[in-house]
Every structure is written in C-alpha cells, then in structure tokens.
C-alpha cells in the first residue's frame, strides 16, 4: 500500500523558514517523480513544486521561486521542501504527491495527508 | 502561462442526475489534463487521467471527454457520495489546476 506522510509543518514568522520532509513507503521511491502541492484555507489546489525520480528535472511554481528548494533522498524514501523567507500567503495545508512516471511532467496518483503550515506574526 | 478555466465553480443537482463539469484550457493541450475529486474534509483522489481513461477502483458513473481547449467530466448518475469539489489539472508543461467546481445535492 503506498503511503505518503509529511511532517515539519507548524507555526512561523513573516520572513522565517520551514523544512518540509515527506516519507514514503509501499513503492520503489526512486522509480517516481515527486511533487509537492499546497491549498490555502479554503481556496483551491496549487502545485508548488516537482522533481524527477534522479533529481534531473526540477520546477516550481512562479509564486515560489527563488524562496523554496525541493529534494529528495532516494536512499531514505523522503521527499523535502525547503521554504525561506516565507510570507502571509504561503498559509496552506502542504500535500506531498506521488506521479506515476518518473518525469515531473505529470499528475498525481497518491497523495499524503498533508501538513500545516501557518505563516503568522 | 496556460490558464485552466472550470464551470460551473458550483452546483446542486438531484439524486439520480446527470452532471457536467466543463474545463477550459486557454491554449491547446492535447489530452493532457486529469480530473480529481477531493471530498469535504480529505485528501484530492484521482478520478480520470489522459482526459478520459478511468484511475482503477473509480466507479464507471464518472467519465472523461475532450481534447486541445475543451474537456468534460461527466457523473451519469449523482450519487451522495459525490458531493465534493472536482477540479481539472493539465500536465503537459507547468502542472496548473482549474479552480475547482463545488457539487452539492439538492
């Protein structure tokens, strides 16, 4: 059974940074393109940021370029995120997501349960 | 950047209906699009990919049709259990998402 559970997720500062991680288990990690997806309180869906099996390929979303960092770690089955200078508008639940090829070009078969983020003074 | 349009954003049908849920994509993009269902509360689970193949264990009431600008999911027979947003998702370059559409019973 494929699971997906993200941790790291909490309360923080305007301008502070977070470090997502996503550990994954029932399927060869290092076969799949990972993903990282986010919905503000409320609102809908919206990709944050991808990376390919061998870590080749990797996009973000515009609004989160230049702040957050995405990686995995095959040897570990994890997944990570890593966001600075973080802003108002980064308040989301963050779902890590599995894509069933091993580009970054892809939609999303599983996804975690996801974890909170509140970005708040 | 190719923008992902849905319609109705909301909708309230009776038991037993036929619903339609329409996306838009604002150039074309093949048959690159999925559609997801995320019940109240839960986690998005993934009904159709390739705009119109069926994810294992999906009920058949739910389908998939279109291709380039103009797609649809399709409920044959509205079920309770189908209240959700449905929300469309095109994956042939940057990853975007529709906006979502509320199904609610009448």
């Known amino acids: 059974e494929v699971q997906l559970v993200e941790s790291g997720g909490g309360l923080v500062q305007p301008g502070r940074s977070l470090r997502l991680s996503c550990a994954a288990s029932?399927?060869?990690?290092?076969?799949?393109?990972m993903h990282w997806v986010r919905q503000a309180p409320g609102k809908g869906l919206e990709w944050v940021s991808g990376?390919?099996?061998?870590?080749?390929?990797?996009g973000y979303a515009d609004s989160v370029k230049g702040r957050f960092t995405i990686s995995r770690d095959n040897a570990k089955n994890s997944l990570y995120l890593q966001m600075n200078s973080l802003r108002a508008e980064d308040t989301a639940l963050y779902y890590c997501?599995?894509?069933?090829?091993?580009?970054?070009?892809?939609?999303?078969?599983?996804w975690g349960q996801g974890t909170l983020v509140t970005v708040s003074s | 950047d190719i923008q992902m349009t849905q319609s109705p954003s909301s909708l309230s049908a009776s038991v037993g209906d036929r619903v339609t849920i329409t996306c838009r994509a604002s150039q074309g993009i093949s048959n690159y699009l999925a559609w997801y269902q995320q019940k109240p509360g839960k986690v998005p689970k993934l009904l159709i990919y390739a705009a119109s193949t069926l994810q294992s264990g999906v009920p058949s009431r739910f389908s998939g049709s279109g291709s380039g600008t103009d797609f649809t999911l399709t409920i044959s027979s509205l079920q309770p259990e189908d209240v959700a947003t449905y929300y469309c998702q095109k994956y042939n370059s940057a990853l975007t998402f529709g906006g979502g559409t509320k199904v609610e019973i009448k």
């Open positions: 997501a599995k894509s069933p090829g091993g580009s970054s070009g892809w939609y999303f078969d599983y």
């Open positions: 990376i390919s099996w061998n870590s080749g390929s990797i």
């Open positions: 029932g399927f060869t990690f290092d076969d799949y393109a």
